[in-house]
């Protein structure tokens, strides 16, 4: 049946959850897939669409380190990775703590470079895992950290392409940024957008 809207790639969607039911549109979930949530906590990916055959990893009630699973090679026919994609730094007052743990920030590595270099161990993993011709869809961003841009996105890609990933798809889900902070001048243009790729195996 015939959509009445089309799958644009950059949409204010009100949730991750439409952004997936929007990339289950466009072929890349299917309910009967073999489905791997490698990051699912709460599950908030899954509110409108959800695969029949999907595995659940809780990282935050005992599930696998998802950098170092214990599934044997190419299982998964899709795979959802929602790592922390955002550093902290160092500071306690950077971030509200019920969204740092919804989100798995309150025991992420603090700068950049360490947070990158796990997120790329976890997507290697999600590679091995994965079917060939089997979808990994991830989600990063490009941010401010100790006042330099870190260009997430850059980094995540050049990870997933020396791995074998094909990039199919990238979606760019607009949100809105939080107030600038009091007493502090703007020197970069407000982030307010996070990437989602859509990556293939080879």
Known sequence: MAHKYPVL??????????????????GYLHLDWGTFDATYHKGNWWTLFRPKHLVCNDWK???????????????FQAIAYDPAYCAKGGRATSGIKEMDEAYGMDDAPKTPALLQAH???????????????????????????SGK???????????????????????????????QPPGRRQVHSRRNLSTMFVLRKK
């Open 61 to 75: 009630k005992g599930g696998v380190d998802f950098r170092d699973t214990d599934y044997v090679d190419d299982l």
């Open 9 to 26: 790639a950059a949409t204010p969607w009100p949730s991750n959850g439409a952004l997936i039911r929007d990339a289950a549109r466009l």
């Open 149 to 179: 841009l870190w260009l997430g996105t850059h980094h995540t890609l050049s990870h997933a392409l020396a791995l074998g990933f094909e990039c199919v798809d990238r979606m760019e889900h607009i949100g809105t940024p939080g107030p």
């Open 119 to 145: 997120n790329d161990h976890g997507l290697t993993e999600m590679h091995r895992i994965c079917q060939k011709n089997g979808y990994v869809i991830t989600k990063c961003m490009d941010y401010v950290s």
